[in-house]
């Protein structure tokens, strides 16, 4: 006979700091983010993580969002250094050695994200 988890009920004071903090997120406009990584939305998710409301199986199910969401993120913080190093004066080769990456990966960020790149 497998054990039944009994359903975890927060205290009123829980609840409290739990609406503030959902407060905070839906302040910032974050209400369809489902695995955002801000700093509110990360708050949020550890709070009630920890008391209980979110269980493992909740938070493997956005696993693929999470992928999809980290390759965002490693985009966006790429195409700041291109965006840095197209500004000094660097060709798409410069740039695709210094953040170690592919010429062809510098080229979609380019398109991507509209950064003009000088051709030497």
Request: aromatic residues 4%.
């Amino acid at each position: 006979m497998s054990k039944v988890k009994k359903r975890v009920r927060p205290t009123k004071e829980q609840w409290h700091e739990l609406n503030r903090l959902l407060d905070d997120v839906v302040k910032i406009g974050h209400t369809n983010e489902r695995n955002c990584r801000c700093r509110k939305c990360t708050k949020l998710n550890n709070y009630s993580k920890s008391i209980g409301l979110l269980d493992k199986g909740a938070t493997d199910a956005g696993r693929w969002d999470e992928r999809k969401l980290a390759t965002k993120h490693r985009h966006e913080k790429d195409a700041i250094k291109v965006t840095k190093l197209a500004y000094q004066g660097c060709n798409r080769k410069e740039i695709a050695s210094k953040i170690k990456r592919s010429k062809d990966y510098v080229s979609k960020l380019a398109v991507e994200f509209d950064i003009e790149i000088q051709s030497k």
